[in-house]
């Protein structure tokens, strides 16, 4: 049997699909750092950039096959859709240098929903008087799952520039499930909407920016789907929490 991997992303993460894989982007500063577990329990290597320097991240060992989406992909909050800025308005960016990237190449993934916000989101335009669209709840972590048929396992790889790579394994265990969380949610109150960060990542064309968050006391259906633990006593309904996001179709590279 193969060894099934899932990727759990939480918190100040972009995802966009690069061919056979999906490039996760964390967007990292003093408040959020990139905590790394292994099936639930912190691992060495957390957080992953104690240097506070930007790190890749890629495996090896994963069965080849194509990118794909799962069942509730929509349910992520994608900024290319409709009640944000729309397909095709986005390019790679990367702006304010006192964040840094954690950047990780995810292969031959199905990228879906994990477990869903607390309350409803609003969407509003970063700019006085916009009007406000409140969407459903979307995803507070996401899941990416691939299988890994190598007998030497998976390989992590951490690659930082002017240092040599650092190599982290875990050994092939047939038909026993491996779960790798990355999460860099501040899990605190800000003095700014989150969502503002995204745009340190990437721009719109136009130049548009937005805010985003969960609704506070917002009142919701039931769901099928799991609901996220509530990390936030009652978060304002100005803030951002930290929610992962898509981009989906990907953002367009930057053309200065």
């Not at 049997?1 to 990727?7: A, G, L, R």
């Not at 900024?79 to 840094?100: S, T, V």
């Not at 920016?209 to 609704?215: K, M, R």
Request: charged share 20%; with cysteine.
């Amino acid at each position: 049997m193969p060894m099934n991997v899932e990727i759990l992303i939480q918190g100040l993460a972009v995802c966009f699909q690069e061919g056979n894989a999906w490039r996760v982007v964390f967007i990292c500063d003093g408040i959020h750092p990139v905590n790394f577990l292994h099936n639930g329990t912190p691992h060495a290597q957390s957080p992953l950039q104690r240097r506070f320097t930007d790190r890749d991240i890629s495996f090896t060992g994963v069965a080849n096959s194509p990118a794909s989406t799962g069942a509730a992909f929509n349910r992520i909050f994608n900024m290319a859709a409709d009640y944000a800025h729309g397909p095709r308005k986005l390019m790679k960016f990367e702006g304010n240098r006192r964040r840094k990237f954690i950047s990780m190449l995810i292969p031959s993934a199905s990228l879906d929903t994990h477990c869903l916000t607390q309350r409803k989101y609003f969407v509003q335009e970063a700019r006085r008087g916009a009007p406000v669209r409140i969407i459903d709840r979307v995803a507070g972590v996401i899941s990416a799952k691939f299988v890994v048929t190598d007998p030497a396992g998976l390989t992590m790889i951490i690659r930082e520039q002017g240092l040599p790579d650092i190599s982290v394994p875990f050994p092939f265990q047939d038909g026993t499930p491996l779960t790798l969380t990355f999460d860099n949610d501040c899990g605190v109150f800000c003095h700014e909407n989150d969502f503002y960060q995204y745009y340190d990542r990437v721009k719109d064309k136009a130049g548009k920016e937005f805010v985003a968050g969960q609704i506070l006391n917002s009142d919701v259906p039931a769901e099928t789907i799991p609901i996220c633990p509530n990390g936030d006593a009652d978060p304002s309904a100005d803030l951002g929490n930290c929610d992962p996001v898509a981009i989906h179709p990907p953002p367009d590279p930057f053309d200065p």
